[in-house]
């Protein structure tokens, strides 16, 4: 069963840094991983994309984090991370890794649990 496992969100003051890590486990032979990325859910509001890879190589920032935040991926460990800098209190969120999995010629998303951040002014 593949599972998205997140890590490292917390409560930091704005300025501050965070590394958020997650692992898609239980992908074995049968899925390759197209996509990876974290998206995230203000109160309130929509979720929004804030950075993926696809492909290990094309990378998406949202504009707003664009400067500040970087997401790489460690293949061999099927684990991507988001370093967030200079956070802000707007920046406040529920984040969720997500991936995109294919399996015989079909693609399939998946989401983690959520980690919360708080940013204090």
């Known amino acids: 069963q593949v599972q998205l496992v997140e890590s490292g969100g917390g409560l930091v003051q704005a300025g501050g840094s965070l590394r958020l890590s997650c692992e898609a486990s239980?992908?074995?032979?049968?899925?390759?991983?197209?996509?990876m990325g974290w998206y995230r859910q203000a109160p309130g509001k929509q979720r929004e994309l804030v950075a993926d890879?696809?492909?290990?190589?094309?990378?998406n920032y949202a504009d707003s984090v664009k400067g500040r935040f970087t997401i790489s991926r460690d293949n061999d460990e099927n684990t991507v991370y988001l370093q967030m800098n200079s956070l802000k209190p707007e920046d406040t969120a529920v984040y969720y890794c997500?991936?995109?999995?294919?399996?015989?010629?079909?693609?399939?998303?998946?989401w983690g649990q959520g980690t919360q951040v708080t940013v204090s002014s």
């Open positions: 239980g992908t074995g032979s049968m899925f390759s991983i197209r996509a």
């Open positions: 890879i696809a492909r290990g190589v094309t990378i």
């Open positions: 997500h991936a995109t999995l294919r399996a015989a010629g079909y693609d399939y998303d998946y």
